[in-house]
């Protein structure tokens, strides 16, 4: 419930009870006093009054808004009742015991400090005003102007004594949670700290008292003066990150944030301040922890792939021998002419070879990432070795399915710096991709010297790949392809961008999905 939730439904209550207490003392004169002058129309019109405005305040948003006021001006109905009943019976004791009580009830009724003033000044006045008009009971007439004023002090006294009394404690709560913010606070008047929480004088070393009175320059280690000087003359601040300074001389890196404040009735500055200590170990942990589930990520994908790729060649070795064990066994096979042999002979040597280039990129990978790959840097025509992997290429695919027609745009020669068989491995890795993925389409590969930097550029017109991998193909085991359409380790390219890298130079790719590849690689020249 809101605050003016509240302060209507005690308002409400309040012109309920009114209206009740006013019909009980009707029932009671009517019994008590039947031969008094006692007018139906003023005891209606109190009735009514009070009655009306509880009920309507449920009906009506304006009488709602005004129920307190009401409450107010029933108070001086009924009071002003009393009165004239009083007059009118000549100032018979009953009366005034009446308004008495009456007045004494409605003052406690009354919650705030100015309502019981001025209702206090309604009953003195009517007091006084029928001590002018009935001079034969004065005395009587004038203790409940007395009363009530004394009962106003009395209240005034106590509802003084509770608002201190909740003002302690409001201010223990407020200092409670005060020292107890995980953030340091801080107040200062031209950089005179004049409050400052626990937290802060702890994260400093300092007591809460060695801080106060201290300059806030103090805390901030000299070469961060400067900005913190720059801070404080603006408004709001974004918090930023600055070195701190313990009392023991020590630094801490904290971030700071403030804004401009009244402090007892005085223009100030409130900063809270955040060790950063705790934040950055938080991060640490986080990226310790992200980087460990990738890395079991990549493990157990590299596994299952790794195990794919070896088994493959396996397979098809053992199957081989158990074919040539079955021959010979039934006389099919005849070992002289010894060519009978070289069929299979070179198909052991294909999956040898390409369990060997399994095992020598697992190996390069093992040696990237223990931070042994080391290049053997000399003079290099990377032009002629460039068409010597191209004719290793195709001889090595003699007996394999056609090559696509690989169209080379190279000068005579082109003359630079680097790790010869890192550079074939660089041209190789792209080559290879080039004719994995080409679909069987030409292939463009141009090598050119362009100002420092020497430039190769391998192009295909095959399956493309899609935006979102396009980043991720260089890293370890990353592939843009289900290894059930394509085989591979996902190593090629991050083994080659590594090499390229270690030579000083970049590697990039232009694709789209279904349109094709362009790699191009840049190295330094020397
Ligand atoms: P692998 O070929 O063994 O999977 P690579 O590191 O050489 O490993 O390549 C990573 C991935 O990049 C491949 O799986 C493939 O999805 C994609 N890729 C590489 N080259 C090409 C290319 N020329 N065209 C289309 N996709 C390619």
Known sequence: MSQDEKELATYRNLLAFAGIVYLLWWFAVNDLFPTAVNPLPGRMFVVLFCFS?????????????????LFICSTWVITGHFFYLFFKNSGSINWVVGS?????????????????????????????????????????????????????????????????????????????????????ILVHEQGEIIAVNDSLARMFGYSRGEVLGLNIANLVHPDDRKLIAIKQTLPEVAPYEVRGITKHGSYVDIEVRGK????????????????????????????????????????????????????????????????????????????????????????????????????????????????????DKRKVDFAHRLRDILTALQIHNENGPPLPTILVEAPPQLLMIGDPIRLDQIAENLLTNAIKYGDGKDI????????????????????????????????RFERAISARKI????????????IVEAHGGTISVKSDLGEGSTFTVRLPLS
């Open 260 to 375: 401009p404040c009244i402090y007892d009735g005085r223009p100030a500055r409130l900063v809270t301040v955040q060790d950063l200590k705790d934040r950055k170990k938080a991060e640490q942990e986080k990226i310790a922890f992200l980087t460990m589930t990738e890395n079991v990520r990549l493990r157990d994908e590299f596994l299952s792939i790794a195990s794919h790729e070896l088994k493959t060649p396996l397979s098809s070795l053992k199957l081989q021998s158990q074919l040539i064990e079955r021959d010979i066994k039934n006389g099919k096979m005849n070992i002289s002419p010894p060519e009978i042999f070289f069929d299979a002979t070179r198909i052991f040597n294909r999956q040898i070879e390409r369990l060997t280039e399994l095992v020598e990129a697992m190996l390069d990978v093992s040696r990237i990432s223990t931070g042994r790959l080391t290049l």
């Open 100 to 184: 008495f009580i009456t007045v004494s009830a409605i003052s406690l009724g009354l919650l705030s400090a100015e309502a019981l003033f001025f209702y206090s000044a309604f009953v003195a006045t009517l007091s006084f005003l029928m001590f002018a008009l009935l001079p034969s009971v004065h005395q009587s007439l004038l203790l409940p102007g007395l009363f009530t004023i004394l009962l106003q002090a009395n209240i005034a006294l106590n509802s003084r004594l509770k608002v201190i009394k909740n003002l302690a404690a409001s201010n223990e709560r407020f200092q409670l949670l005060f020292n107890s913010s995980f953030e340091g």
């Open 444 to 475: 463009q590969v141009y090598l050119r010297a362009e100002g420092p930097e020497a430039l190769l550029v391998v192009q295909d017109h095959g399956l493309g790949i899609a935006p979102e991998y396009k980043e991720k193909i260089f890293d």
């Open 53 to 69: 405005a509880w009920i309507l305040s449920y009906f009506s948003s304006t009488i709602a808004r005004h129920t307190r006021l």
């Open 487 to 498: 085989s591979g380790l996902g190593l090629g390219l991050y083994i080659t961008r590594k």
